[in-house]
């Protein structure tokens, strides 16, 4: 990668955020609106798209609840945004099975800060950005860098792997 693909990366990864919870519109947005806001925030991240077809698939699957007269509310909404960037490292079922613990532990509000603020901080480290201001990243080596976050992504995906399989294991028997 040379210094100007770098540099438009971690610009791009500066730049992203989440919306709060109390920023998700909670008014009602017809689905094609639900899409388009929900891309806007997902844009500059790689690999991870939703369009509507993606979120119908999601209500058919009982991931969120139906549309109330064809409108996604703020609390679908935070589940649209969590399911699109977990199912790039989880299986849906996986994903029901997040969703289903976390519905008997937390409220949505409190699960969708944390999962935010743990995301976005994640992200910058991965990149490399010091997380005082998202100021320029980390002096290294750029392929050892790379190196790095190969070996934490696949280290991470064994961890989940191997948990989701022996907790859905034990949930069918």
């Known amino acids: ?88 490292v989880l299986s849906l079922e996986e994903i029901e099975h997040l969703i289903n613990v976390r519905g008997k532990q937390y409220d949505c509000k409190e699960l969708y800060e944390y999962f935010c603020n743990e995301f976005e901080s994640n992200l910058y480290s991965v990149f490399g950005i010091t997380p005082e201001a998202k100021e320029e990243p980390y002096p290294q080596n750029e392929d050892r860098f790379l190196l790095h976050n190969t070996i934490i992504t696949a280290s991470h995906k064994i961890y989940l792997d191997k948990i989701f399989a022996l907790r859905i294991h034990n949930e069918k028997e």
């Open 1 to 88: 990668m040379d210094k100007f693909e770098n540099t438009r990366a971690i610009d791009d990864i500066k730049r992203f955020h989440l919306p709060k919870y109390n920023e998700i519109p909670d008014v009602g947005l017809f689905l094609e609106q639900t899409t388009k806001y929900v891309s806007g925030y997902l844009e500059n991240l790689e690999g991870i798209t939703i369009t509507s077809s993606m979120i119908s698939n999601y209500v058919k699957k009982k991931l969120i609840d139906n549309p109330i007269k064809k409108q996604y509310y703020r609390d679908q909404i935070v589940y649209i945004i969590f399911i699109a960037i977990a199912k790039s």
